[in-house]
């Protein structure tokens, strides 16, 4: 079974899936996390985002998993856990810029399908219910106002000791969302067979709740 959860940034998607996964007894994957992963690699080894040629050889020997204590929610890239750092503002400016790139988009998206090949999971980010798995068993598009996204934006900051205005946050998260809808290969899109649920008014629990009943009827 492939539960498909898809959303603009800051919408839930993450805490939510992760939830579903845990209610239901299945995996969570973090799709998210890859790109970001790759963002932050890329960054560190300094490799230009227009070289395609340096992108391809450094995907060509990245190793990305998911493990750790945490119910296998911690991230590794080349055996090096990285679960905090690529949740920095720097990583979060430019991993639209990357996830954009064919070649990044092409090797994750086998990856994610490796994974989830032979498992029932929850698979979370902006293409999986249209692009990854556009036959999902069920396919969910969680949407909330743009006050609200950044208000848990910077809750997370917070927690990993970066410090912005909700109005910075705000402008970050527009030009996310301007950059994942807009991009040629694989856009931000709700697919047509979605069923969207506003988070805005909902907490964890009540979101989590909504998709576990939507999908045991």
């Known amino acids: 079974m492939i539960i498909a959860i898809d959303g603009p940034?800051?919408?839930?998607?993450?805490?939510?899936?992760?939830?579903?996964?845990?209610?239901?007894?299945?995996?969570?994957?973090?799709?998210?996390?890859?790109?970001?992963?790759i963002t932050l690699g890329l960054m560190e080894h300094g490799v230009s985002f227009k070289d395609l040629s340096a992108i391809t050889e450094f995907l060509d020997t990245v190793n990305i998993y998911f493990g750790g204590s945490n119910s296998g929610n911690n991230i590794f890239l080349n055996d090096k856990s990285i679960t905090n750092q690529i949740r920095s503002s720097t990583v979060t400016e430019k991993v639209s810029e990357v996830s954009a790139i064919n070649v990044v988009r092409d090797s994750m998206v086998q990856i994610q399908r490796e994974i989830a090949d032979n498992i029932d999971c929850v698979l979370e980010g902006r293409d999986i219910g249209t692009v990854v798995f556009p036959n999902a068993d069920f396919k969910f598009f969680l949407v909330a106002g743009l006050k609200i996204r950044a208000l848990r934006r910077q809750k997370d900051l917070n927690k990993i000791g970066e410090k912005k205005t909700i109005d910075e946050i705000k402008t970050d998260i527009r030009l996310r969302d301007e950059l994942d809808t807009n991009r040629d290969n694989s856009p931000l899109l709700k697919a047509k067979d979605a069923i969207e649920i506003d988070t805005g008014l909902l907490?964890?629990?009540?979101?989590?709740?909504?998709?576990?009943?939507?999908?045991?009827?």
């Open 9 to 37: 940034a800051a919408s839930g998607k993450s805490t939510t899936s992760r939830g579903v996964a845990t209610r239901m007894g299945i995996t969570y994957l973090d799709t998210g996390a890859m790109y970001r992963a």
């Open 203 to 217: 907490t964890i629990g009540e979101q989590i709740d909504k998709i576990v009943s939507i999908i045991k009827q």
